[in-house]
């Protein structure tokens, strides 16, 4: 008798988790969540609205072609772009998925650059294609030389990420040009920009001129991280149009449902919500990475709305010693950053419980070397 055809890559793959567990305290101590770089404001009251309009509508299907969600995505570009260049999916790692779909199969290689987000490897291989990593330098910066030298003919993609998840560092323009212009014809670079409205480096690039000059580039943007709606689940891609137009050709029918749709065209519309996202996100970066300074933590420059520090103790023993006083902090040895943890900025009262508490947990410990 035949049995099953597994696919090997996929049988000896290990399901994606993705962050997240919740901790309860005792006594009513609060819990800070500065784990999954989350909206410390939570989400626009606009977008609150909208979703409740929308609930009378859940019968119908929605809106197949995701049209007025792309018109309100070409608004917030100004105008650059048209609707045909986005591609609208359920969260950004949606997006990294239907990319992989689109460019992958058995044999293919990708490049990233470790530490990254997890999805860009995992996605890989359920494709049956292969991640090659080419590590950050030893200051967390792209060695996007090594990429170039590496590529082969097997090449499809490249992910960069700027800033990058989890060490907030971005790449200069200058340096995305040189790179973007040395890159040979048969690879696409995909920039993950999901936090790109938290950098305020002066030479800092989103893909948007790539995408106009036409080169091979996909920019991959998310609805969880500025707007706050993690939880909604809305994300998007803009392309050249000799990209988009072949990736939305294997994007589902009614694939965002009514609420996303109506959430995220809301969302767009709040400039003053962003407005105040960005503020409070760049104010709590100085003042964390102030008081990581005064506590003599190792840290690294960061564009993002979180930090990766070195901390002086074990990395498992300060996040369970943080857990402990109600703060969620992530670990991101599987990143690729082994015993660096990953702090998310919050409100002024939990990025100050965050210090308080590390001051204290380094205090009681030895520290290591
Ligand atoms: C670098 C990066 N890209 C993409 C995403 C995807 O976000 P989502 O799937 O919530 O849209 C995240 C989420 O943390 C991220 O850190």
């Given at each position: 008798?035949?049995s099953?055809?597994?696919?090997?890559?996929?049988?000896?793959?290990?399901t994606?988790?993705?962050?997240?567990?919740?901790?309860?305290?005792?006594?009513?101590?609060?819990v800070?969540?500065?784990?999954?770089?989350?909206?410390?404001?939570?989400?626009?009251?606009?977008?609150?609205?909208?979703l409740?309009?929308?609930?009378?509508?859940?019968?119908?299907y929605p809106?197949?072609?995701?049209?007025?969600?792309?018109?309100?995505?070409?608004?917030?570009?100004d105008?650059?772009?048209?609707?045909?260049?986005?591609?609208?999916?359920?969260?950004?790692?949606?997006i990294?998925?239907?990319?992989?779909k689109?460019?992958?199969?058995?044999?293919?290689?990708?490049?990233?650059?470790?530490?990254?987000?997890?999805?860009?490897?995992?996605f890989?291989?359920?494709?049956?294609?292969?991640?090659?990593?080419?590590?950050?330098?030893?200051?967390?910066?792209?060695?996007?030389?090594?990429?170039?030298?590496?590529i082969?003919?097997?090449?499809?993609?490249v992910?960069?990420?700027?800033?990058n998840?989890?060490?907030?560092?971005?790449?200069?323009?200058?340096?995305?040009?040189?790179?973007?212009?040395?890159?040979?014809e048969?690879?696409?670079?995909?920039?993950d920009?999901?936090?790109?409205?938290f950098?305020?480096?002066?030479?800092y690039?989103?893909?948007?001129?790539?995408?106009l000059e036409k080169?091979?580039?996909?920019?991959?943007?998310?609805?969880?991280?500025?707007?706050?709606?993690?939880g909604?689940?809305?994300?998007?891609?803009y392309?050249?149009?000799?990209?988009?137009?072949?990736?939305?050709?294997?994007?589902k029918?009614?694939?965002?449902?009514?609420?996303a749709?109506?959430?995220?065209?809301?969302?767009?519309k709040?400039?003053d919500?962003?407005?105040?996202?960005v503020?409070?996100?760049?104010?709590?970066?100085a003042y964390?990475?102030?008081?990581?300074?005064?506590?003599?933590?190792?840290?690294?420059?960061?564009?993002?709305?979180?930090?990766?520090?070195?901390?002086?103790?074990?990395?498992?023993?300060l996040?369970?010693?943080?857990?402990?006083?109600?703060?969620m902090?992530?670990?991101?040895?599987?990143?690729?950053?082994?015993g660096?943890v990953?702090?998310?900025?919050?409100?002024?009262d939990?990025?100050?419980?965050?210090?308080?508490?590390?001051?204290?947990?380094?205090?009681?410990?030895p520290?290591?070397?």
């Amino acid at each position: 008798m035949a049995s099953i055809r597994y696919k090997p890559y996929i049988l000896e793959d290990s399901t994606y988790k993705g962050g997240g567990k919740k901790i309860a305290m005792p006594n009513g101590i609060k819990v800070h969540k500065l784990s999954s770089n989350e909206n410390p404001l939570g989400y626009s009251p606009k977008v609150k609205e909208a979703l409740t309009g929308a609930l009378d509508n859940l019968s119908l299907y929605p809106d197949n072609t995701d049209h007025r969600l792309r018109e309100a995505l070409v608004s917030d570009f100004d105008n650059q772009l048209t609707a045909d260049h986005f591609i609208t999916a359920n969260s950004g790692s949606e997006i990294i998925d239907i990319i992989s779909k689109a460019f992958l199969g058995e044999g293919d290689e990708v490049f990233v650059s470790q530490p990254c987000f997890l999805p860009y490897t995992a996605f890989t291989r359920w494709m049956g294609a292969k991640a090659v990593n080419v590590p950050m330098t030893s200051d967390y910066d792209y060695d996007l030389e090594g990429i170039l030298k590496a590529i082969t003919e097997r090449t499809r993609l490249v992910f960069l990420a700027s800033p990058n998840n989890p060490s907030g560092n971005y790449i200069p323009k200058e340096k995305l040009t040189a790179f973007m212009g040395q890159l040979p014809e048969h690879v696409v670079v995909v920039l993950d920009e999901v936090y790109r409205h938290f950098a305020e480096a002066g030479d800092y690039t989103s893909a948007l001129p790539y995408v106009l000059e036409k080169k091979n580039i996909i920019a991959i943007n998310s609805f969880s991280k500025t707007y706050g709606l993690a939880g909604l689940r809305v994300g998007y891609c803009y392309a050249p149009l000799h990209i988009s137009n072949y990736i939305r050709k294997i994007c589902k029918p009614f694939l965002l449902s009514s609420l996303a749709l109506e959430g995220a065209i809301a969302a767009l519309k709040d400039i003053d919500f962003v407005e105040r996202t960005v503020q409070l996100v760049q104010g709590e970066r100085a003042y964390v990475l102030n008081g990581l300074r005064a506590l003599g933590i190792k840290f690294w420059p960061t564009q993002g709305n979180f930090v990766m520090i070195h901390p002086p103790i074990p990395d498992t023993e300060l996040v369970a010693s943080l857990e402990k006083r109600g703060i969620m902090v992530r670990p991101v040895g599987n990143f690729g950053a082994p015993g660096m943890v990953r702090i998310s900025f919050g409100t002024r009262d939990a990025n100050k419980a965050m210090l308080e508490a590390l001051s204290r947990i380094i205090k009681e410990k030895p520290l290591i070397a």
